[in-house]
């Protein structure tokens, strides 16, 4: 999985084939099959295994363990945290999907899994009573997750030279800022109320 992790970013998932990465990771094609069936497969797992291996899904799994609009908060910042190191092989993998490759699959399947991180931490927002009005659960999280995606970071970061710090800071304020219902307003304190 390393080495097709390697191969797929240095070229792309269209121009891996899999006696490439058997023999970049000294196996035989024979052996790839066995365990990931084709071609796909073994991208899916790549994917997959790359997810766990760089700790991003330990850091998703944390951000559960937070207050529902600190979680969401920390959600983004874990993706935003994450999309550099992923870039050239997520965009490899998008790019799968128009060209029919069998890397599309696993592109589909993290968007899918990270889609599903953004339902959970939106569904707690609202269990919590936070979701601004006019929001569903799922519309709210359709437009963190569009609002979030590599592409728009790709677009701002890579092309026009925002900083990957001012690119999260500002995102992260105005995706809060649209999804969230202002919180409950705190009691003056004596020493306020006298003046």
Do not use: C
Not at 184 to 190: A, G, I, L, N, V
């Amino acid at each position: 999985m390393e080495a097709a992790w390697a191969l797929v970013r240095e070229r792309g998932a269209g121009a891996v084939r899999i006696g490439e990465i058997a023999a970049a990771a000294g196996v035989s094609r024979q052996l790839v099959y066995f365990h990931f069936e084709n071609r796909a497969g073994l991208l899916l797992a790549m994917a997959r295994h790359h997810d766990v291996e760089s700790g991003f899904v330990d850091r998703v799994a944390d951000t559960r363990t937070l207050p529902p609009v600190e979680g969401l908060e920390g959600l983004l910042r874990a993706w935003y945290g994450y999309i550099p190191g992923i870039l050239p092989v997520a965009r490899a993998l998008e790019a799968a999907v128009v060209t029919g490759d069998d890397g599309g699959a696993a592109w589909l399947d993290r968007m899918e899994d990270l889609w599903e991180a953004f339902r959970v931490a939106v569904e707690r927002v609202a269990r919590d009573g936070r979701l601004a009005e006019g929001w569903t659960v799922e519309g709210a999280t359709d437009w963190v997750w569009a609002r979030s995606h590599l592409t728009a970071w790709q677009h701002l970061v890579g092309e026009r030279g925002w900083s990957p710090d001012d690119y999260e800071e500002r995102s992260v304020r105005s995706i809060m800022a649209e999804v969230l219902a202002p919180g409950p307003r705190q009691k003056p304190s004596k020493n306020h109320s006298n003046e």
